[in-house]
């Protein structure tokens, strides 16, 4: 009985953590039918519907949210200290479900996986891509890799790197337009701006100097954009100038395809940090997985190169 009900409710979490049969089967090693039947069979011992379904679509019920909420995390640490009686007390194991930026996670992240899988033979990293900023308990992520998450009781983060933002153009766009020499010259030039994915507003170009000078800076809009690697790539074509962060900024400097406009003056965008949660007992996968990317991001030189002292 109890080897069922562990079971359904594997099934049950991650059909509501993936929306869907299929993307939860292939998350357990079974077929979509095994992952409705269990889901079903625990309706049934519940007496309630966890899921409304249709041919196109799966979403929890309001009893199905309130049991998600209330199961999610409690089940995934009984499934970790079970992992590790397993595997032998604290050897990390399992699968850690991880999410990053994708051009800071590809550039910065991927690269050092090869080590931590040869270090940590039986941790299978899986790493997903995506611009926003996640909830880490309620989407089941067991570490993010980014900027800008709300930090509660649940979370720790680790900072990794203090993230600036420059100006910069393609050499082929500062040939046909005269540089500007200060932000004030801004205003006679194409601008490819960033709106925020959280807010959906413009951000402004808010510039400092390291002399103490700080002023927001006009520009003539060309293009409006949600996305820096996108940003970089029509900055890249010639469009215009962007703000770009430094992580994004750095291929395309290195490269030569972009070259910093007004390098004096930059923005502050914050932190990249690595989050995970902050229950008591963290496993293993993630307690040596977080270790492993600060102490190698630390000497990987990055973070030094993320401030605008280029």
């Known amino acids: ?7 359904y409710l594997d099934a049950f979490i991650a059909a ?17 039918a095994a992952v409705s039947k269990s889901v079903q069979r625990l309706e049934t011992r ?8 249709s041919t196109r679509s799966l979403a929890l019920t309001s009893d199905g949210e309130r049991l998600h909420a ?12 079970l992992t590790d009686l397993r595997q032998g007390a604290g050897k990390p194991a399992g699968t850690l479900k991880v999410s990053l930026a994708h051009t800071v ?33 309620a989407e089941g992520f067991d570490v993010a890799i980014g900027g800008g998450i709300e930090l509660t009781d649940a979370l720790i983060a680790r900072e990794l790197a203090r993230v600036d933002t420059i100006l910069v153009a393609a050499p082929a766009y500062l040939k046909a337009h005269a540089a500007p020499a200060h932000p004030q010259d801004l205003a006679r030039h194409r601008g490819l701006l960033r709106r925020s994915l959280s ?11 390291d002399a103490g000078q700080e002023i927001v800076a006009s520009v003539r809009a060309v293009a409006v954009l949600d996305d820096p690697e996108a940003i970089g790539r029509a900055a890249s074509g010639g469009m215009g100038i962007a703000m770009l962060p430094l992580p994004h900024a750095l291929p395309l400097l290195d490269s030569g395809e972009l070259v910093r406009v007004l390098p004096e003056w930059y923005a502050t965008v914050g932190a990249l940090s690595i989050y995970y949660s902050s229950r008591k007992l963290v496993p293993a996968k993630v307690r040596v997985f977080v270790d492993f990317i600060v102490s190698s991001f630390r000497a990987s030189g990055h973070a030094a190169r993320f401030r605008h002292r280029l």
């Open 16 to 32: 509501a953590d993936e929306g869907s049969f299929s993307a939860a089967a292939r998350r357990l090693g079974l077929t979509p």
């Open 70 to 81: 209330q199961v999610r995390l409690p089940w995934s640490e009984i499934g970790d200290a």
């Open 1 to 7: 009985m109890l080897t069922e009900l562990s079971s």
């Open 199 to 209: 807010s959906g507003r413009l951000m402004p170009w808010t510039l400092k100097h």
């Open 46 to 53: 519940l007496g309630v519907r966890l899921f409304q379904r």
């Open 105 to 137: 996670g590809r550039t910065y992240f991927v690269p050092l996986l090869a080590e931590f899988t040869r270090l940590y033979p039986d941790v299978v990293p899986d790493l997903h891509f995506d611009n926003r900023q996640v909830d880490l308990i």
